[in-house]
């Protein structure tokens, strides 16, 4: 079945330093890669997300890419702060039209140390 | 952009007996709903998907007699957790997918706890 694989499951940064989230995912029908933010008690946040027909797409301080080929895609978080200690997921779903189901990774703990 | 609005966020239940968790989508139409549980520290786990006006498909392992999942609207739908149990204390949480380009929108949860 979809399997979306991620690492690292902790990460601890300094303030001011960027920060990379990997996953990869095994279907290879998937074509919508959301990253989360979720906050302890909360319900996820969408961060950034990317489809597949674009390499990489950035937000300010967030960017994501994707490679096809490999199956891979990644988080990069630059000038970290504080505030962005939380945990992100990676997902992937192959619903072209929002409607496929979405399959997370494991999670990833971020500190980020001031 | 799109809100989903899941209530209540947090319930306490004896064992044995029901309890309904909504969601509801305020300013989109939501075609589809996912419902999902997280236990402490581990990922999202999907239970069911569910589209307006048709039986929820529920994912391996799930049983659906115990967790009734009704979209009967574009804009609402619920999970019924039924014969509470211990076990079935969780962080239960809704995503809802619509016609918008806006992707999956989650609900901000609801922690049940069973005693």
């Known amino acids: 079945g979809e399997n979306v694989e991620q690492h690292p499951s902790t990460l601890s940064v300094q303030e001011g330093d960027s920060a990379v989230i990997k996953c990869t995912y095994s279907d290879s029908a998937s074509n919508y890669f959301p990253w989360y933010k979720q906050e302890l008690g909360k319900g996820p946040q969408l961060i950034i997300d990317i489809r597949s027909n674009v390499g990489e797409k950035k937000d300010q301080r967030i960017a994501v890419t994707l490679n096809k080929t490999a199956k891979h895609f990644s988080l990069h978080i630059t000038e970290t702060q504080p505030e962005d200690s939380a945990v992100y997921f990676c997902a992937a779903s192959r619903g072209s039209s929002n409607t496929g189901k979405l399959i997370f990774g494991q999670g990833t703990t971020l500190q980020v140390k001031p | 952009g799109a809100v989903v609005s899941q209530h209540p966020s947090w319930v306490i239940c004896k064992s044995g007996t029901s309890v309904k968790i909504e969601c509801r989508s305020l300013?989109?139409?939501?075609?589809?709903m996912f419902w999902y549980r997280q236990f402490p520290k581990q990922s999202l786990m999907l239970m069911a998907t569910?589209?307006?006006?048709?039986?929820?498909?529920?994912e391996q392992g799930v049983e659906k007699d115990k967790f009734l999942i009704n979209h009967a609207s574009l804009t609402l739908s619920t999970l019924t957790v039924t014969s509470a149990h211990p076990e079935d204390s969780s962080f239960y949480i809704c995503s809802a997918s619509g016609s918008t380009n806006y992707g999956y929108t989650f609900g901000s949860g609801t922690r049940l706890t069973v005693v």
């Open positions: 300013d989109f139409q939501a075609t589809t």
């Open positions: 569910s589209n307006e006006g048709s039986k929820a498909t529920y």
